[in-house]
């Protein structure tokens, strides 16, 4: 079977993982949500792809769900001792090797894309991880601020990171997206693909990101889409998801979350048993335990939704 996963961050590598091992016969491409890279200190963070390299890759920090194992801060603290800014964003010292590696291939001409397979030679994720794109773009938010003119536009990783989305977002802009292109193997992937896979990933800013690359989109709609509701009765799984629909309009709910993604794009949605009043015409709606609390349930979670989404593919269905 030849699966597609639009992904984000810590949820979306850890529900890859559990596709991987659900699905271990499989061919899966993994697109990446690159609308949270940053440059820092100089050097090209790309935040949503390490992290989905590092946990299918076993380099994963399991307690956080970032960054690397073993990690140590040294270079951090001495940024710090310099009085380099911003100190609110901490990279370890095993992290920054993946970032000098990403921009010194960047300085010299490689694409993203050609980047990323540099830098999973050595991890063997068990996947094809592309980026959305090569084309840079960045997920930009706009908030109130009294000392500039009323309101401000901040990286997101400011306001995630820095700010813990604590101050209200009024918009949510991924600048660059009208002129980038998907990066080259996204659009045949998806065209080849059995099944495409949405994991419990933020619908906003990850893969409602990907979504904006034109061309992704319509390419998704022609194929079966099953996704897991990133929210539980009324809450996020993980994360502060309820901040970015909040500054869309969108509430916070699976019903919410589906109306979102809409009926042309998404076929299967599996939501948890205490939001299973969910419907929406032309999608199949199960509710079953999506919690992935453990790698037996991860698993469990993304073998129903395969299940799922070859019932919509079969010639009864």
Same mark, same amino acid.
């Given at each position: 079977m030849r699966i597609v996963s639009l992904a984000g961050g810590i949820g979306g590598a850890r529900f890859l993982r559990g596709l991987k091992a659900a699905a271990p016969d499989s061919e899966i491409t993994v697109i990446g949500n690159t609308g949270d890279d940053i440059t820092l200190f100089g050097l090209r963070v790309c935040p949503d792809l390490d992290t989905v390299m590092y946990t299918l890759g076993g380099g994963i920090n399991?307690?956080?769900g970032w960054g690397r194992a073993d990690e140590r801060h040294t270079v951090k603290e001495e940024l710090a001792a310099y009085g380099v800014e911003p100190q609110w964003f901490g990279l370890g010292d095993r992290d920054f090797a993946t970032h000098i590696v990403r921009t010194q291939m960047l300085s010299a001409g490689y694409p993203l894309s050609q980047v990323t397979?540099?830098?999973c030679a050595r991890w063997q994720?068990?996947?094809?991880l592309l980026p959305m794109s090569d084309d840079r773009t960045e997920s930009h938010v706009v908030i109130a601020d009294a000392d500039a003119d009323g309101r401000r536009a901040i990286h997101f990783q400011e306001w995630w990171v820095r700010l813990r989305a604590s101050v209200p977002a009024e918009q949510i *802009?991924?600048?660059g997206a009208e002129e980038a292109s998907p990066a080259p193997g996204v659009l045949d992937?998806?065209?080849d693909a059995d099944v495409v896979i949405f994991p419990p990933s933020n619908p906003v800013v990850s893969i409602g990101t990907i979504l904006q690359i034109p061309g992704i989109r319509a390419a998704v709609e022609e194929k079966t889409?099953?996704?897991v509701s990133p929210i539980i009765g009324g809450a996020p799984v993980r994360g502060m998801a309820d901040a970015c629909l909040t500054a869309i309009g969108v509430e916070t709910s699976a019903q919410a979350v589906l109306e979102l993604y809409g009926s042309r794009l998404v076929d299967g949605w599996l939501v948890a048993e205490e939001d299973k009043g969910v419907a929406l015409d032309g999608v199949a709606v199960e509710?079953?335990?999506i919690l992935m609390d453990s790698p037996? *349930?991860?698993r469990e979670i993304a073998a129903a939704a395969l299940t799922l989404a070859q019932s919509l593919t079969s010639p009864s269905a």
């Open positions: 399991e307690e956080q397979e540099a830098l994720p068990g996947v094809r *802009a991924l600048v992937a998806i065209r889409v099953v996704g509710a079953r335990p037996d *349930a991860t």
